[in-house]
């Protein structure tokens, strides 16, 4: 199996035994990036939407009842599954399901008004596929709107961030830089259009649990968190408390972008 493969593979693993801890995880079922993402599209009620890597099915969730359809795509069988459960027990009729891989949409060109992405790319071995599958399925003048975990544009504190977010999960790739997304998108022929920064709280052992970390594990990322210097602990804003992390902070980042 070659790296690619193995990555979609560690992927659909990691995602397939913990579907359920991504339907009532707080920060993907909450947050001021969702409540923006309502707000910076003139919703006429007539949108088709793609939910690009549905996950836990908040976007689909939250979308459902501003446009006419919503499709949520995802790689992993059971994570569709719970999402769907979620999505139909809130009442919404109008969310279609379906597997697929980000990197290769079933869809013909230009298919979609609206294309969202949500706390996603970070699991994704080829970025500029994403880019190019999503630019490719949009009508022109459509929007994309991208959400993602974002690492610092300092390399010391870029790697800090993406080390210990893949000690806690394998599956993660890589979260990139805000300068990074913007080289991407812009290149590929959107035109950018609004961008925000979100500050996210973790709390270490939620964060840890959401993906069912051992416990010799965790306390062993609990340890290096707490070793690194003190610019960095500074810049994450890590917490301890009893000898152990108790919290931290990230960012996620929210970019819109027009089909030129």
Not at 121 to 135: D, L
Not at 212 to 233: F, G, N, Q, V
Request: overall charge neutral.
């Amino acid at each position: 199996m070659n790296r690619e493969n193995q990555s979609k593979a560690d992927v659909q693993a990691q995602f397939g035994k913990n579907a359920a801890n991504y339907i009532t995880s707080t920060i993907h079922a909450h947050g001021q990036d969702l409540e923006k993402l309502k707000a910076i599209i003139d919703w006429t009620g007539e949108e088709n939407v793609l939910d690009i890597a549905t996950g836990g099915g908040h976007v689909a969730n939250a979308l459902a009842p501003l446009v006419k359809k919503v499709t949520a795509v995802d790689l992993t069988t059971e994570i569709l599954a719970v999402s769907r459960m979620f999505i139909e027990k809130n009442g919404h009729r109008n969310v279609e399901f379906m597997e697929a891989d980000a990197e290769q949409l079933s869809f013909k060109n230009e298919s979609f008004d609206i294309a969202v992405c949500r706390i996603a790319a970070h699991h994704f071995s080829n970025v500029g596929a994403f880019i190019h599958e999503t630019y490719r399925v949009l009508k022109r003048n459509g929007a994309f709107i991208l959400i993602d975990n974002t690492a610092p544009e300092s390399e010391r504190m870029d790697h800090f961030y993406n080390k210990i977010e893949k000690r806690r999960d394998y599956s993660h790739q890589r979260a990139w830089k805000k300068s990074e997304w913007l080289q991407l998108i812009e290149e590929q022929g959107f035109d950018l259009e609004e961008l925000y920064r979100f500050p996210k709280q973790f709390q270490f052992e939620k964060w840890c649990k959401t993906m069912d970390l051992p416990d010799k594990e965790k306390h062993t990322l609990s340890k290096e968190m707490l070793k690194a210097p003190m610019d960095i602990r500074q810049k994450f804003r890590i917490t301890e408390e009893k000898g152990a992390v108790s919290s931290f902070q990230a960012e996620a980042s929210l970019i819109k972008a027009l089909k030129g």
